[in-house]
């Protein structure tokens, strides 16, 4: 099962002795590979920063509830993340500069930085709503709700969502098994069938990234698939749980490989190969997997890459910037 539906947070499985998975020599530089933000839905709710090989910076909440479903750093240092029961922004010295806790009985697992100012969320729930918040101000700018198949059975309905150029927003709607683009009043633009869609990356070119059941596949804005990704293509790896792809400026592909420490099995526990970079060609050039100290990184959910400074922050939805 790719996402973690149905656990009781807080009834924490024993983990299993770690199994390794994948060639027992991996491709690539490990950790030294890329300079990267790392964040999983682990017990303590882990981030971490990983520079020229080494974890230099980490945070976590072992006392708090819920898990990191989504993070980014901000080009000042700061970090917004999406934590299940709330949204916080911490600076690099793990301050808060704003936090959200959402009502009881409904969730949040993705945020986005538009400029300093305001941050995006999608709060599960019913109904589910999109909303926009100066966090400044305090005030709700945009507000409006989103479809869902199941409204009372809250953890499912949605995971990730990103900003594209224009604009507009594309949504991952996991229990209606469908990518829909919208534009900031909440019309649909757009809409692509998906199975459970976890991840949606938009592309520069236009083109999108899908990361559900079957695996990865980028599709143009039309529906046309042009590049797909599947575990057929990664022999000798195991990989059951893809969840989010992002494009380098290489033109390679990184796909994330989800492990759960609430319920997990030998299949999809410890030890598993935490993320890979292929080539167009499907090679296989970087794999990830860290699971013992000093660089026990824990499940992967989501990464940024820091190779080269970015503004993630710099993006607009409609007027909103």
Request: charged share 15%; hydrophobic share 35%; aromatic share 8%.
């Amino acid at each position: 099962m790719i996402a973690c539906f149905g656990l009781l947070t807080g009834l924490h499985a024993q983990t299993p002795p770690t199994v390794v998975h994948g060639p027992a020599q991996l491709p690539g530089k490990g950790l030294a590979q890329h300079d990267f933000l790392y964040a999983g839905e682990s017990h303590n709710r882990r981030i971490f920063i990983v520079r020229k090989g080494q974890i230099v910076w980490s945070y976590d909440d072992p006392a708090g509830r819920g898990e990191v479903s989504d993070a980014v750093m901000l080009s000042n240092g700061n970090i917004l993340f999406a934590h299940q029961f709330g949204v916080t922004e911490i600076t690099p010295d793990k301050k808060v500069v704003w936090n959200y806790e959402p009502p009881a009985g409904h969730e949040v697992h993705t945020a986005i930085p538009i400029g300093t100012d305001h941050v995006l969320y999608i709060q599960n729930g019913d109904p589910a709503i999109l909303r926009v918040v100066n966090i400044v101000t305090g005030k709700t700018e945009r507000e409006f709700n989103l479809a869902t198949k199941q409204p009372v059975s809250v953890h499912g309905q949605f995971r990730h969502a990103r900003l594209t150029t224009q604009g507009t927003l594309l949504v991952a709607h996991m229990d209606l098994s469908k990518v829909v683009e919208y534009d900031s009043t909440g019309k649909e633009l757009a809409s692509y069938p998906a199975d459970v869609p976890w991840g949606v990356t938009p592309l520069p070119g236009g083109n999108i990234l899908i990361t559900d059941r079957h695996g990865v596949r980028e599709i143009t804005h039309s529906g046309n698939a042009v590049w797909t990704f599947s575990t057929v293509d990664a022999p000798g790896y195991a990989l059951p749980n893809m969840q989010q792809a992002w494009r380098l400026p290489n033109g390679n592909t990184v796909v994330d490989n989800w492990s759960s420490e609430w319920n997990p099995s030998p299949e999809s526990g410890p030890g598993t190969v935490q993320a890979i970079e292929l080539t167009p060609a499907k090679q296989i050039v970087w794999a990830l997997r860290e699971w013992e100290p000093p660089a026990n990184l824990g499940p992967a959910t989501t990464i940024q890459f820091l190779d080269e400074p970015s503004a993630p922050e710099n993006v607009h939805f409609g007027e909103i910037r």
